[in-house]
Each structure stands twice: as structure tokens, then as C-alpha cells.
């Protein structure tokens, strides 16, 4: 993954109460700013509302698993041919490599799989993806690749 942009001067950041009712109001404050990037496929556009809906979700239920009434910090950095979001929350942390696969598409089990592919669908639905996380809490990276220039 490249190097986070973390001083661009076109990032623009929200911080939320870790609540499920602020996941519409995300998910618009991302299709605006990226919105005024010319060249956004509306395929790539969805791709990174639904892998950005999983991170903000994840970080309210570790909120929610510690009591913690911290603001968890999205930011987004468009920048021509991408998009990057970074998602940091102050629950307290995972082990990303402990989390198991969900099973296949084709497998039965898989209509049963309720929980558990947050992850999986951050990867597919993003081209590139990182989780740093540590008991002071997680940061998630997700960027999508656009075809603005």
C-alpha cells in the first residue's frame, strides 16, 4: 500500500459519534467529496461505500465492546487515480489475523455466515487495504483506484 496522505491539503475529515444512525450520513459525506473527482466509475464509487459501511460498522461495535463514547475519525484523501479513506476508532483493537475466512460463495455454509465478512468485503471491495490495530484501537486504510487522471 502507498503511503498514507496524512497532511494533504485536499483530505477532508469527519468525526462521528460511534452510533449505527451516522452510517447514511458517512457514507454521503464520502460519495460528495469523492463526487468532485472527475472520472469516478459509479461501480468503483459503490464498491468503496459498502467496504467503508463494514470499517465504520466494525469500529462502532468495538466501541461499543469497550463502552467507549470516542468520536471514531474518517478521513478521505482523493487524489487523481484514487481515493484512499482511513478509518480510526479507539476500541480496543483485534488481531486481523485471527479472524477466520467466511466460507465460499458456492458453499451452503455461506448462507448461514451473518457476521464475520466485514473483512472479506474490505478486501474485494477495495484494490488495496490495510489494518493496523493495537489495544489503543484500529486503523483501517481502504483506497480505490478511479479512472480520473
Given at each position: 500500500?502507498?503511503?498514507?496522505?496524512?497532511?494533504?491539503?485536499?483530505?477532508?475529515?469527519?468525526?462521528?459519534?460511534?452510533q449505527t444512525e451516522y452510517l447514511a450520513m458517512v457514507r454521503g459525506f464520502v460519495s460528495e467529496v469523492v463526487a468532485q473527482q472527475a472520472g469516478v466509475d459509479a461501480r468503483r464509487l459503490e464498491d468503496l461505500r459498502v467496504a467503508l459501511s463494514e470499517a465504520v460498522t466494525n469500529a462502532i461495535a468495538a466501541h461499543a465492546r469497550c463502552r467507549s463514547a470516542d468520536p471514531i475519525r474518517i478521513r478521505c484523501v482523493p487524489s487523481p487515480g484514487r481515493v484512499e479513506i482511513q478509518v480510526h476508532d479507539r476500541g480496543g483493537g483485534f488481531d486481523p489475523s485471527s479472524v477466520p475466512e467466511p466460507p465460499e460463495p458456492t458453499d451452503p455454509r455461506r448462507l448461514h455466515a451473518e457476521k464475520g465478512m466485514g473483512l472479506w468485503l474490505m478486501r474485494v471491495m477495495s484494490d488495496d487495504h490495510a489494518i493496523a490495530s493495537s489495544c489503543s484501537g484500529t486503523e483501517v486504510r481502504?483506497?480505490?483506484?478511479?479512472?480520473?487522471?
Open positions: 500500500m502507498a503511503p498514507a496522505a496524512h497532511d494533504r491539503g485536499d483530505a477532508v475529515e469527519i468525526r462521528i459519534p460511534p481502504l483506497v480505490v483506484h478511479t479512472s480520473a487522471t
